[in-house]
């Protein structure tokens, strides 16, 4: 079955630190793939996407990802994390055959510490 | 322009209720959905529309009906509501045109099943 996973369901960095948020997914077709931001008690917000073009995608907010399709993995990095950074992030993936159904991955909680 | 609205943002009901939850876009998108969102475990689908008249089962649609009369509502009933069906709830909408492989998301209805 096709899946996405995040590893690591909580995350904490210091302020001003890496941010490194995992997903991989299970498919031999590579797919279109997403990050969301959720902030507290708010919608889904689009952070970047992967549409076969550039492997490298920058999204907004300082965030970017790479798409390695030999590891199946789409990992989001920030280079310097801010408190306001502070959210849940959910990959997801519209795998081939999909019209636009998303699978999503189960989150990932980032903790910013000052 | 309002993009995805969702009614109401706050639900409770009793076990056995029945109830409609609202989702209108005015974005002239094709394809709308309704997810599930459950700690730990992201966002699952439960039902989705590529047009008007045409709506599909997505991973979890037990307990869940949908009907899709126009392009702009994509309404989720409940009809005999269950504890297990307490949760967030969001919609979500897409143009099919290729390249557009955005979802735009509602800002969630909570509902809680006593």
């Given amino acids: 079955a096709q899946s996405v996973t995040q590893l690591g369901s909580h995350v904490s960095v210091s302020e001003g630190a890496l941010v490194l948020l995992r997903c991989n997914y299970s498919s031999s077709v590579p797919p279109y793939l997403f990050w969301y931001v959720q902030y507290p008690n708010q919608g889904l917000q689009l952070l970047l996407k992967y549409t076969s073009a550039a492997t490298l995608v920058k999204g907004i907010n300082g965030f970017e990802a790479e798409f390695k399709k030999s590891e199946t993995s789409f990992h989001l990095t920030k280079p310097s994390a801010h408190m306001s950074d502070a959210a849940e992030y959910f990959c997801a993936v519209r795998f081939s055959g999909s019209a636009r159904q998303l699978t999503f991955g189960s989150g990932t909680q980032l903790t910013v510490l000052p | ?114």
Wanted: a neutral charge.
């Fill in chain 2, 1 to 114: 322009n309002a993009g995805v609205t969702q009614t109401p943002k706050f639900q409770v009901l009793k076990t056995g209720q029945s109830m409609t939850l609202q989702c209108a876009q005015d974005m002239n998108h094709e394809y709308m959905s309704w997810y599930r969102q459950d700690p730990g475990m992201g966002l699952r689908l439960i039902h989705y529309s590529v047009g008007a008249g045409i709506t599909d089962q997505g991973e979890v649609p037990n307990g869940y009906n949908v009907s899709r009369s126009t392009t702009e509502d994509f309404p989720l009933r409940l009809l005999s509501a269950a504890p297990s069906q307490t949760s967030v709830y969001f919609c979500a909408s897409s143009s099919l045109d290729s390249g557009k492989n955005i979802q735009y998301f509602g800002a969630g209805t909570r509902l809680s099943v006593l």
